[in-house]
């Protein structure tokens, strides 16, 4: 009992800390969900779940949150696939293995903006090298290529992060069932898919979890790379809820947003841990 | 130790009389830094010491609302582009300026009163002065123009001779001759939704006779003027602009021009000396010139000098401002490459000997016209901006991309209470 308090003193300063810069900040937002105020009305109103309810009336708000899921879906999922392809690869016995190593995690390192700006040159379509092999193809010009070109450069830089994620993950595995899989005459493909991938599966639902709370919140490559264009292709939740607030000045109604932004993460989060847990 | 003490506390005191320092927010460009190089001689004519934080301008707005926000301003003068010349006057965030203008003496006629217009007055009241001018014109190759074999072409195909366009379907339609002819784009183009490309699409709108607001404040781009210049619009950046020209900004159409690739843009008319500049642009050095937007009007753009209500240097920070912008320091900011907003700059002989296109830049800004400026004027941008772009992507039929982008700013004016 003793032991419990002393750590409970020792916990107190730090979730202080977290109670001020992440509760206050949250429970400051849903209050101005609840009303009117905007930067030029700032004696607000109670308005209930007024701004809620104009949410869901707003059709590109809407546009935004399918446009999202199907994003979420590309880059979870292929960042996912292409990390255990590149774990399993670096889990094999290969020469200049720290190489390999840094050269998977170099994407991991560059700041998202930046990563933005490497690849809006080399998917220029006058300039860029990936334009001149596919003879001037103007990728994020297109509104039928523009989504997809931003969701695998995205994917470009999250691999490095789900790699070394599940390459940890394959270095901590118990050997003792790989090796009675292959005792009882297991392929590399069935040892793979019936032992090593099922005692992963924590890890990859962890991962699972990380990512789609990181892609739901995407918002620095569509401000470098498209701006939500063209048209609205590319138009993310994130960019949509920041424009609302920053140039239609309507903090509440971007805070209404941002909460429902919120409760579907948390809804989604929930259903992975479940996965989770029973794997 | 007495003594001390009172040395200290008269030292102190007069520490804080001389040292007033104002702080401001500006955009890091090159005008920023002409500003900066004359400030010493500021401080040392009047005491006030200036500092700039300069930021790039995606983070300029986020900025300065957080400070406008709260109970004193950090900072003591603003530089105020005219997307939020509406915004912060209607928020209720800057001081009028009248009472300091009539204290000082300082005389507005000197300023464009197109300039004054977009960011000078809001409602009435004098909220800023002018700073920058960054109105729209066209940008071509002369050397295109000129060229024999091109000119026996047009000649043939049109029966007319080559020459600058003065509608907008004279410009697009050259813009399209040369795209098929020349070997470059016709036009380099910045189709990026949001700002890019409201304000080139405002350029074709205006040149169409079609405008945002009529005298009453109600809304008519859904014309039929405004649906030729969406028209017009949409081929050009289809079939005469340079590839990528749907997802381009200001940087890439300078890219395009500088290394020869368009015949023409419409853009910034600073623009000119940036691409006359042959260490910079030896393809297009010597062979640009600039004229007036077709149909006569370009888009007015332009920054202004503004002071914040919660600022704790008001008297310094008009000071400051009508320092910088007299007669003597605006001609000296011109000579090393500022864009003016005093007459007097433009007219200036030792001015126009070193910048001889000063002369069109006049004609450009004083025959320039405001989009609809207020409180929400940059979401106003996008709204318009995501409508132009899906039209001009062909994601959207033209009318109904009209129709949309003519309900949203019925919507936004409604919202700032302008519209009932």
């Avoid at chain 1, 138009?235 to 932004?261: C, E, N, T």
């Amino acid at each position: 009992m003793r032991g419990r308090g002393t750590g409970l003193t020792l916990a107190l300063p730090g979730l202080l800390v977290l109670l001020g810069v992440v509760g206050l900040p949250l429970l400051y937002a849903f209050r101005l969900s609840l009303s009117d105020y905007t930067f030029l009305k700032r004696e607000a109103a109670f308005v209930g779940l007024g701004r809620y309810l104009e949410a869901f009336q707003d059709p590109y708000f809407l546009h935004a949150l399918g446009l999202t899921a199907l994003y979420v879906a590309i880059t979870v999922g292929l960042s996912l696939a292409l990390g255990l392809l590149l774990a399993v690869l670096l889990h094999q016995r290969l020469p200049l293995k720290g190489f390999h190593y840094f050269a998977v995690s170099l994407p991991m390192l560059i700041a998202p903006v930046g990563v933005g700006l490497i690849w809006k040159m080399i998917l220029h379509p006058e300039l860029g090298i990936l334009a001149y092999l596919f003879g001037g193809r103007d990728f994020l010009g297109n509104p039928g290529s523009a989504l997809l070109t931003l969701a695998l450069v995205d994917a470009w830089q999250q691999v490095s992060f789900t790699a070394l994620v599940l390459l940890a993950g394959l270095r901590n595995l118990p050997r003792e069932p790989l090796e009675a899989a292959y005792v009882d005459g297991a392929s590399p493909w069935q040892a793979f898919w019936r032992v090593t991938f099922p005692l992963l599966l924590p890890v990859f639902w962890i991962l699972v979890v990380l990512q789609t709370v990181a892609e739901i919140r995407t918002y620095d490559l569509v401000y470098v790379l498209t701006r939500g264009g063209p048209g609205s292709a590319t138009d993310l939740v994130s960019y949509y809820i920041y424009r609302k607030a920053f140039l239609g000045l309507d903090l509440s109604g971007a805070s209404a947003m941002g909460y429902l932004l919120l409760l579907l993460t948390l809804i989604l989060v929930g259903l992975y841990y479940r996965g989770l847990t029973r794997a | 130790m007495k003594r001390i003490f009172a040395v200290l506390v008269v030292l102190l005191g007069l520490a804080l009389a001389q040292g007033v320092v104002l702080r401001a927010l500006m955009e890091d460009v090159p005008e920023t830094r002409i500003i900066e190089e004359l400030l010493p001689r500021f401080e040392k004519e009047t005491g006030i010491r200036v500092e700039f934080e300069k930021v790039q301008y995606a983070a300029m707005h986020d900025k300065l609302v957080a400070q406008l926000l709260a109970p004193q301003s950090g900072y003591d003068f603003l530089q105020v582009d005219f997307l939020w010349a509406g915004e912060f006057p209607a928020a209720g965030w800057l001081e009028p300026l009248e009472p300091y203008l009539k204290a000082s003496g300082f005389d507005l006629s000197p300023y464009y009163p197109s300039m004054l217009d977009l960011v000078g007055y809001y409602q009435g009241t004098l909220y800023m002065i002018p700073m920058y001018s960054y109105a729209m014109g066209l940008l071509y190759r002369k050397d295109l123009l000129a060229r024999k074999d091109l000119q026996d072409r047009h000649r043939t195909q049109f029966k007319k001779p080559l020459a600058l366009p003065k509608t907008l379907e004279e410009y697009v339609n050259l813009s399209l001759f040369m795209a098929r002819n020349a070997g470059v784009a016709g036009a380099a183009m910045q189709g990026q939704r949001g700002d890019p490309n409201f304000m080139e699409f405002s350029n074709y709108l205006f040149a169409a006779g079609g405008d945002y607001l009529d005298k009453n404040g109600r809304v008519i781009l859904n014309s039929s003027q405004g649906e030729k210049a969406l028209s017009l619009y949409a081929r050009n950046i289809r079939q005469g602009a340079q590839k990528g020209a749907l997802n381009a900004n200001l940087d890439d159409t300078f890219r395009v021009m500088c290394q020869g690739g368009a015949f023409s843009m419409i853009t910034y008319w600073w623009m000119l000396p940036q691409l006359d500049d042959a260490k910079q642009c030896p393809k297009a050095a010597g062979r640009v010139a600039l004229s007036p937007a077709p149909g006569g009007a370009g888009v007015n753009g332009g920054w202004g000098w503004a002071i914040p209500k919660n600022s704790a240097n008001k008297e310094a920070a008009w000071r400051f401002i009508s320092w910088v912008e007299s007669k003597a320091i605006v001609k000296e900011r011109t000579l090393k490459g500022h864009a003016p907003t005093r007459k007097d700059a433009f007219r200036d002989p030792e001015v126009l000997k070193k910048y001889p296109y000063y002369k069109e830049a006049e004609r450009i800004i004083a025959g320039a016209k405001k989009v609809p400026i207020f409180a929400y004027t940059a979401e106003m941008e996008d709204v318009v901006g995501r409508e132009i772009s899906l039209a001009a992507s062909g994601q959207k039929v033209i009318k109904q991309a009209l129709q949309d982008a003519d309900k949203g700013l019925e919507g936004l004016l409604r919202k700032a209470g302008l519209l009932r």
